[in-house]
């Protein structure tokens, strides 16, 4: 079977790979790219541990094939923090102990990330509306949704000081 050459951004640098016609996204992060921080939960869209943004869309990357990535910004987990300076959100995940076994936090991050960068003033409402689509077996959702309003807090208090 033909391999596609596909040319995207990824985490704003430029990248290639080669895909077969029938492969995920999330296959080609993943086993193509050695980005794993997306996880397959589930592998139908139900989960949200393979959640990235496309275009600033937010995805499930196991529903996306690896071609329509051609020509697309892609954003995954491995792109959110700063070197080593996590995004306040990721820090906000560890501060309220957001997070147990692992495989659903990548995709609550980028979840979360998504509300923020359009809202920084969200209610509890409109979190746990943007977060539906991520799944946690672990941890219930309280510390999650903690951890996304305060850091739309602290994101709200730096904005008004810079």
Request: glycine share 10%.
């Given at each position: 079977?033909?391999?596609?050459?596909?040319?995207?951004?990824?985490?704003?640098?430029?990248?290639?790979?080669?895909?077969?016609?029938?492969?995920?996204?999330?296959?080609?992060?993943?086993?193509?790219?050695?980005?794993?921080?997306?996880?397959?939960?589930?592998?139908?869209?139900?989960?949200?541990?393979?959640?990235?943004?496309?275009?600033g869309r937010l995805v499930c990357a196991c529903l996306?094939?690896?071609?329509?990535?051609?020509?697309?910004?892609?954003?995954?987990?491995?792109?959110?923090?700063?070197?080593?300076?996590?995004?306040?959100?990721?820090?906000?995940?560890?501060?309220?102990?957001?997070?147990?076994?692992?495989?659903?936090?990548?995709?609550?991050?980028?979840?979360?990330?998504?509300?923020?960068?359009?809202?920084?003033?969200?209610?509890?409402?409109?979190?746990?509306?943007?977060?539906?689509?991520?799944?946690?077996?672990?941890?219930?959702?309280?510390?999650?949704?903690?951890?996304?309003?305060?850091?739309?807090?602290?994101?709200?208090?730096?904005?008004?000081?810079?």
């Amino acid at each position: 079977m033909a391999k596609h050459h596909i040319q995207t951004t990824i985490n704003g640098e430029p990248a290639e790979f080669l895909c077969e016609t029938q492969q995920t996204l999330l296959d080609v992060l993943r086993d193509e790219l050695d980005l794993t921080g997306s996880k397959e939960g589930c592998g139908t869209g139900d989960c949200g541990a393979c959640s990235v943004l496309l275009d600033g869309r937010l995805v499930c990357a196991c529903l996306v094939l690896g071609v329509e990535a051609a020509g697309h910004e892609i954003s995954t987990i491995e792109g959110v923090a700063q070197g080593n300076v996590l995004h306040p959100l990721q820090q906000a995940f560890l501060n309220e102990a957001a997070l147990q076994c692992g495989i659903c936090t990548p995709g609550f991050i980028i979840a979360g990330k998504a509300l923020l960068e359009r809202n920084l003033n969200p209610t509890e409402t409109e979190v746990r509306y943007w977060l539906a689509g991520n799944l946690c077996r672990c941890t219930g959702y309280d510390k999650i949704v903690r951890a996304v309003m305060n850091c739309a807090a602290q994101m709200r208090e730096e904005a008004s000081h810079g």
